[in-house]
């Protein structure tokens, strides 16, 4: 059975640097080097200054677009850095779709970090979503923001795939804790929830934050699940990679919200984390898979 990022098109190394050259000459002569596959894309470090991305997936094509819509007038509003879009490429020599470049958002994903480390995160990481969900939906809608129309947290569409990944999980044997796992996913019930409209960034974990040398998060990377939709989808970052102390810490910048909201985030940094683990698995990505299931311990721990 497929996976879910499985490729439709894979940029190697020497396209991607003729595909730049070609249309960026003043990038030439390009000194090129593979940052790691996402699920829709293929990205580059180039002259260690910028990062390229590729669409791996027709699908990504359109949430490129929206990134390179939105987050100009993003950037200049965030704690954390964003990485602007700054070159727009075109299909060219047989690669059919655009892509896109950035300026380098230093730093590294985090790894091994102690739970200090992780408290110390809880108040920018609140400020970010805290200005991030107020943005003015209305605008984001205008710059090409769609609606959630893919029911992130509808429970008992995305039950199915979940048990799937758990009992892989299991096949391998993985996760230390997953009695704990499996509890909680066989007893998950639907959680009726009011629609709300705010600008999320709609993929919020691990992979896609960006640590300084003091391992604090200082930026914020791939927005191409950004979307209109309920808070609890960025929310589950809190359970995902703060420890308790630092998730009290977290709501307090943040404001508190209700109970079915932290049961929503709850439920989306498992479903998250657990896609993480199987796909770092798949890949052969022993440190993101690592880090995974550290976020797991995470969401577990009260």
Same mark, same amino acid.
């Given at each position: 059975?497929?996976?879910?990022?499985?490729?439709?098109?894979?940029?190697?190394?020497?396209?991607?640097?003729?595909?730049?050259?070609?249309?960026?000459? !003043?990038?030439?002569?390009?000194?090129?080097?593979?940052?790691?596959?996402?699920?829709?894309?293929?990205?580059?470090?180039?002259?260690?200054?910028?990062?390229?991305?590729?669409?791996?997936?027709?699908?990504?094509?359109?949430?490129?677009? @929206? !990134?390179?819509?939105?987050?100009?007038?993003?950037?200049?509003?965030?704690?954390?850095?964003?990485?602007?879009?700054?070159?727009?490429?075109?299909?060219?020599?047989?690669?059919?779709?655009?892509?896109?470049?950035?300026?380098?958002?230093? /730093?590294?994903?985090?790894?091994?970090?102690?739970?200090?480390?992780?408290?110390?995160?809880?108040?920018?990481?609140?400020?970010?979503?805290?200005?991030?969900?107020?943005?003015?939906?209305?605008?984001?809608?205008?710059? /090409?923001?769609?609606?959630?129309?893919?029911?992130?947290?509808?429970?008992?569409?995305?039950?199915?795939?979940?048990?799937?990944?758990?009992?892989?999980?299991?096949?391998?044997?993985?996760?230390?804790?997953?009695?704990?796992? !499996?509890?909680y996913v066989n007893d998950i019930q639907?959680?009726?929830?009011?629609?709300?409209?705010?600008?999320?960034?709609?993929?919020?974990?691990?992979?896609?934050?960006?640590?300084?040398? @003091?391992?604090?998060?200082? /930026?914020?990377?791939?927005?191409?699940?950004?979307?209109?939709?309920?808070?609890?989808?960025?929310?589950?970052?809190?359970?995902?990679?703060?420890?308790?102390?630092?998730?009290a810490r977290f709501f307090k910048e943040?404001?508190?919200?209700?109970?079915?909201?932290?049961?929503?985030?709850?439920?989306?940094?498992?479903?998250? @984390?657990?896609?993480?683990?199987?796909?770092?698995?798949?890949?052969?990505?022993?440190?993101t898979l690592e880090a995974a299931l550290?976020?797991?311990?995470?969401?577990?721990?009260?």
């Amino acid at each position: 059975m497929p996976n879910a990022w499985d490729a439709e098109q894979i940029v190697s190394a020497p396209l991607a640097k003729m595909l730049i050259e070609t249309q960026f000459p !003043e990038l030439a002569p390009t000194k090129i080097l593979l940052l790691g596959y996402g699920f829709d894309n293929t990205v580059y470090q180039v002259n260690d200054r910028f990062v390229f991305r590729f669409p791996r997936r027709e699908l990504a094509v359109g949430l490129l677009k @929206t !990134e390179n819509q939105l987050l100009p007038s993003l950037a200049s509003q965030q704690p954390l850095s964003i990485a602007e879009p700054i070159f727009f490429g075109q299909p060219n020599a047989g690669y059919p779709w655009p892509f896109t470049g950035y300026h380098y958002v230093q /730093g590294t994903p985090p790894a091994r970090l102690t739970e200090e480390e992780r408290v110390q995160s809880a108040s920018v990481l609140a400020r970010f979503l805290r200005t991030l969900h107020h943005y003015p939906h209305l605008k984001a809608q205008k710059l /090409g923001v769609p609606f959630d129309e893919l029911n992130r947290l509808d429970m008992m569409k995305r039950k199915p795939a979940l048990e799937k990944y758990v009992k892989q999980m299991k096949e391998h044997n993985l996760y230390s804790n997953q009695g704990v796992l !499996e509890d909680y996913v066989n007893d998950i019930q639907e959680i009726k929830y009011q629609e709300k409209h705010v600008l999320v960034h709609g993929d919020l974990h691990i992979k896609n934050m960006i640590v300084n040398q @003091t391992n604090m998060v200082s /930026g914020i990377i791939d927005w191409g699940d950004v979307h209109i939709g309920h808070p609890a989808v960025d929310l589950a970052i809190a359970y995902s990679f703060l420890p308790s102390k630092g998730r009290a810490r977290f709501f307090k910048e943040y404001g508190e919200v209700d109970e079915e909201t932290h049961r929503l985030a709850k439920w989306k940094a498992v479903f998250t @984390t657990v896609v993480l683990v199987a796909h770092s698995y798949d890949q052969g990505d022993k440190q993101t898979l690592e880090a995974a299931l550290e976020s797991l311990n995470l969401i577990f721990q009260e």
